[in-house]
């Protein structure tokens, strides 16, 4: 499998720098399977670096980011304090 974790602005360009107190953070992460067929039942869990706090879009209104484009939705994920778990099925690479 290749994963791959990519921290980008609200805006979706990749930060480069430091970041500033409450600054959107959008993580990507990409994942996908190197066999050439798809692997299901993967839990890809992302811990997040010290300070940094999840924002729950179950809780809060949804952020128009209109740049993501072809975002997969996981079969289940789980948030916590500190990562959250994404339970997927990891395609194949083109």
Do not use: C
Request: proline share 4%; aromatic share 6%; charged share 25%.
């Amino acid at each position: 499998m290749k994963v791959r974790l990519q921290f980008l602005t609200r805006n979706g360009e990749p930060i480069g720098g430091i970041l500033k107190q409450n600054q959107l953070v959008d993580v990507k992460v990409s994942i996908s399977s190197t066999l050439g067929t798809p692997i299901e039942n993967v839990v890809v869990t992302d811990m997040l670096p010290a300070a940094f706090e999840i924002e729950n879009l179950r809780l809060n209104e949804n952020r128009t980011m209109t740049w993501k484009k072809n975002a997969s939705t996981p079969q289940h994920f789980d948030i916590r304090d500190d990562g959250i778990n994404f339970y997927i099925t990891a395609d194949a690479t083109d």
